[in-house]
């Protein structure tokens, strides 16, 4: 299995960015897949979710402003991310079939 998250960065407030993740190794298509976020000196926080029927979840904080998708031809998860904020700056992860990508990074600072 391998997961690789890209589109980190700087960013500004209110900017956004849209992360990817490939994903390998596994039937991707049946697969829920997931992202989540470590910040400075904090723990793990999960963000947002695909089933594989295509329905989300997101944690309260995120909705209105992070929508994930998934494009089961390309085997990549997506999360547009709109207005970010400096607590937004976080290592985000892709997780899916039991397995973590490496992570990237986002910062969100003027």
């Known amino acids: 299995v391998q997961l690789v998250e890209s589109g980190g960065g700087l960013v500004q407030p209110g900017g956004s960015l849209r992360l990817s993740c490939a994903a390998s190794?596994?039937?991707?298509?049946?697969?829920?897949m997931s992202w989540a976020r470590q910040a400075p000196g904090k723990g793990l926080e999960w963000v947002s979710g695909?089933?594989?029927?295509?329905?989300?979840l997101y944690t309260d904080s995120m909705k209105g402003r992070f929508t994930i998708s998934r494009d089961n031809a390309k085997n990549t998860v997506y999360l547009q991310m709109n207005n970010l904020k400096p607590e937004d700056t976080a290592v985000y992860y892709c997780?899916?079939?039991?397995?973590w990508g490496q992570g990237t990074q986002v910062t969100v600072s003027s």
């Open positions: 190794g596994f039937t991707f298509s049946t697969s829920s």
């Open positions: 695909i089933r594989s029927d295509g329905s989300t």
């Open positions: 997780l899916g079939a039991r397995n």
